[in-house]
């Protein structure tokens, strides 16, 4: 079992920079992958960022490739999502999310643990 907290998220101004956080509890939290998505208002939620159990592989979703970066810390139990040159376009609930397999995906099917989600506004 793992449970996942964001934290992070704001209103910020068109390309400023935020750093979200996702803590989680659970005993195998190093041996397993993570992800970040997003949902805006009206829209189905969509793949952002992804990591593998030991940081080797990662994948962005083609909207914030160059502009966002996902890492972790497994002794700190926690994946952080560092967001530059943001834009209004990505303004959005922000979901943290974890799968019982170490290696990526993109899809939100592959994922077992949601976080509750921290919103991010970018203002124009």
């Known amino acids: 079992q793992v449970q996942l907290v964001e934290s992070g998220g704001g209103l910020v101004q068109a390309g400023d920079s935020l750093r979200l956080s996702c803590a989680a509890s659970?005993?195998?939290?190093?041996?397993?992958?993570m992800g970040w998505f997003r949902q805006a208002p009206g829209k189905d939620r969509e793949f952002v960022a992804t990591?593998?159990?030991?940081?080797?592989?990662?994948a962005y979703a083609d909207s914030v490739k160059g502009r966002f970066t996902i890492s972790r810390d497994n002794a700190k139990m926690t994946v952080y999502l560092q967001m530059n040159g943001l834009k209004p376009e990505d303004t959005a609930v922000y979901y943290c999310?974890?799968?019982?397999?170490?290696?990526?995906?993109?899809?939100?099917?592959?994922?077992?643990?949601w976080g509750q989600g921290t919103q991010v506004t970018v203002s124009s």
């Open positions: 990591i593998s159990w030991n940081g080797g592989s990662t």
């Open positions: 659970g005993r195998t939290f190093s041996s397993v992958a």
């Open positions: 999310a974890a799968r019982r397999r170490a290696s990526i995906v993109s899809t939100a099917a592959g994922y077992d643990y």
